[in-house]
């Protein structure tokens, strides 16, 4: 089993920032993509940013100018800072890895619980 903690969400003003930590967990070959979405009330998910094993960071245009992703591979871990948050960014935000299993070639798509950021104006 893999398992995926998000941590550092809150209730928060607009114009600050706020850094979100994933960390992977369980029987762990390597980690391919890791991910961040969101979900606002009442929106369907969005993929918000991505890093890559190879270092490769993508991000929606929402998130452009002002959130970060990064991993610390060593650590299974990964962050999504986010700066000059707005009230548009009011969601849950979940993280998603794909998880290569020891003794196994293919990744399989693992999901947190999901960590609520509210940004109030």
């Known amino acids: 089993q893999v398992q995926l903690v998000e941590s550092g969400g809150g209730l928060v003003q607009a114009g600050v920032s706020l850094r979100l930590s994933c960390a992977a967990s369980g029987s762990i070959s390597r980690i391919v993509g890791m991910r961040w979405h969101r979900q606002a009330p009442g929106k369907q998910r969005e993929l918000v940013a991505v890093?890559?094993?190879?270092?490769?960071?993508t991000y929606a245009d929402s998130a452009k100018g002002r959130f970060t992703i990064s991993r610390e591979n060593g650590k299974n871990t990964v962050y999504l800072q986010m700066n000059s948050l707005k009230p548009d960014d009011t969601a849950v935000y979940y993280c998603?890895?794909?998880?290569?299993?020891?003794?196994?070639?293919?990744?399989?798509?693992?999901w947190g619980q999901g960590t609520q950021v509210t940004v109030s104006s």
């Open positions: 890093a890559t094993s190879d270092g490769t960071t």
């Open positions: 998603n890895a794909d998880v290569v299993r020891p003794g196994t070639k293919y990744a399989v798509s693992v």
